[in-house]
Every structure is written in structure tokens, then in C-alpha cells.
């Protein structure tokens, strides 16, 4: 076989070696997310075995701790519609606290849901929020 042809079998071979593992990542990044939903959302269309990003607030006086296990509850950014309770066990952002917009991934357990260990993340407030009327600039 000549030198020419060796390279061009080389190149093609790498070639196809690449668009295959791209399309692998592709697929991947696309089966493996789970669908980010709202309190509501999540009432009417979760299923058993089936893992959901749950975002929303965190609903005023629903914080309760015993031990390493925290419930809490989560209802919609917008206001209205019914909240979702969440058993969860892990580790705890510090930011974590009633009015916080938070994300965890759950899972349905018989009648409540379960927040996976180690997925609760807080979102702390925009410092880039439009000021109150009235307030003074630093």
C-alpha cells in the first residue's frame, strides 16, 4: 500500500471515529437531563420512577429539621397553585431559607416526593434587582 493511500485510510478512520463519539456526547446530553418543572407541573404529570428538576420557592414556615432529614416545601415563583413536599437528605446550602428560589431533583415515593441526596441547589437573589422606589443609591 503507498503512503498516500495509508493517510487518506487514517484520515477517514479518525474522521469517523469523531462524528461517531460527537453524535454519542450529542445523545447523551440529551437523554440524561431531566425536565425542569414547577410545583404545578409536577402535580399533574409526575410519574413513579421517573426523576424531575423541581424549581420554585420555598414556602413560608414549611421548613422543618430532624436530624440529617429535611422537609420543606416548594410552590410556584408565581405565586398561586398548590406546593409540593419534599423529604430530603444531604447536604444543605447555607443560603437555604423560606422565600429562596431553590432546585432539587425529586423523585415520586408513593403519595410525596423524595429530593435526590447531594441535588438541592439555592439560588441567592440578584444583587442586579431593580431598586425600590425611593431608595437611596449606595
Request: glycine share 10%; hydrophobic share 40%.
Amino acid at each position: 500500500m503507498t503512503p498516500p493511500r495509508k493517510r487518506k485510510i487514517r484520515l477517514v478512520a479518525a474522521l469517523t471515529s469523531a462524528v461517531v463519539l460527537a453524535g454519542a456526547l450529542v445523545y447523551t446530553s440529551f437523554t440524561a437531563a431531566s425536565p425542569a418543572v414547577t410545583p404545578s407541573q409536577l402535580l399533574a404529570r409526575a410519574q413513579p420512577g421517573q426523576s424531575y428538576q423541581l424549581t420554585g420557592i420555598v414556602a413560608r414556615d414549611s421548613i422543618h429539621r430532624a436530624g440529617n432529614d429535611l422537609d420543606f416545601s416548594v410552590a410556584n415563583r408565581a405565586g398561586g397553585g398548590r406546593s409540593v413536599s419534599v423529604a430530603y437528605t444531604g447536604a444543605v446550602p447555607d443560603a437555604f431559607r423560606e422565600g429562596r428560589e431553590v432546585i432539587v431533583s425529586v423523585h415520586r415515593q408513593g403519595s410525596g416526593f423524595v429530593g435526590e441526596s447531594g441535588s438541592l441547589i439555592t439560588k441567592c437573589p440578584s444583587k442586579f434587582a431593580a431598586a425600590k422606589t425611593g431608595s437611596k443609591p449606595y
